[in-house]
T-cell receptor, first 114, second 114 residues
Framework: GDSVTQMEGPVTLSEEAFLTINCTYT??????LFWYVQYPGEGLQLLLK?????DKGSNKGFEATYRKETTSFHLEKGSVQVSDSAVYFC?????????????FGTGTLLAVQP | NAGVTQTPKFRVLKTGQSMTLLCAQD?????MYWYRQDPGMGLRLIHY???????AKGEVPDGYNVSRLKKQNFLLGLESAAPSQTSVYFC?????????????FGDGTRLSIL
């Protein structure tokens, strides 16, 4: 079945450092890919998405490119801030099928130190 | 600007007690979902609904029941709570089942079963 694998955390960075959180997926067909962010004590918020191969999703300085050849959707940011500290979830939503449910990775905790 | 609202935010139950979690959305979304979030496991789908009056099982439905009597509400019930159901529960909704549609999440209900 469809699945998402993302790098384990926690990831600890200093402010202004470059961020990469790896995400790879297994899916049949042509899924849509998402990154969600969860700040402490809150629900998940959509950060960005990409719906077809080579699409780049971007938001708040974060970017991710849908790479079908490597089945990857890595999250990047050029200069992180303390306010970016959160848990990041990679997810896919399959094409067709009865559920069209989101399938999540296990989440990656990012801690940014001043 | 409510989006998806979950009540209650916190609850402590004793083993064997019953309770209902309420999810309400004001975005006129057709699809609604209940997930549970456990450490190291990401989010797992419990039940979902593709429209008023419909429900279906997700990945981990045992021990839970749901109802969708009104389009805007999706209720999750625990008939006889067990310690294994200690978790954070998230409700989500989406406009449709199209794979590119993101899901919108509530802030979660933290449930402890003693």
């Amino acid at each position: 079945g469809d699945s998402v694998t993302q790098m384990e955390g926690p990831v600890t960075l200093s402010e202004e450092a470059f961020l990469t959180i790896n995400c790879t997926y297994t899916a049949t067909g042509y899924p849509s890919l998402f990154w969600y962010v969860q700040y402490p004590g809150e629900g998940l918020q959509l950060l960005l998405k990409a719906t077809k191969a080579d699409d780049k999703g971007s938001n708040k300085g974060f970017e991710a490119t849908y790479r079908k050849e490597t089945t990857s959707f890595h999250l990047e940011k050029g200069s992180v801030q303390v306010s970016d500290s959160a848990v990041y979830f990679c997810a896919l939503r399959g094409y067709g099928g009865a559920t069209n449910k989101l399938i999540f990775g296990t989440g990656t905790l990012l801690a940014v130190q001043p | 600007n409510a989006g998806v609202t979950q009540t209650p935010k916190f609850r402590v139950l004793k083993t064997g007690q019953s309770m209902t979690l309420l999810c309400a959305q004001d975005m006129n979304h057709e699809y609604m979902y209940w997930y549970r979030q456990d450490p190291g496991m990401g989010l797992r789908l419990i039940h979902y609904s593709v429209g008023e009056g419909t429900t279906a099982k997700g990945e981990v439905p045992d021990g839970y029941n749901v109802s969708r009597l009104k389009k805007q509400n999706f209720l999750l019930g625990l008939e006889s709570a067990a310690p294994s159901q200690t978790s954070v529960y998230f409700c989500a909704s989406s406009y449709s089942g199209v794979e590119s549609q993101p899901q919108h999440f509530g802030d979660g209900t933290r449930l402890s079963i003693l």
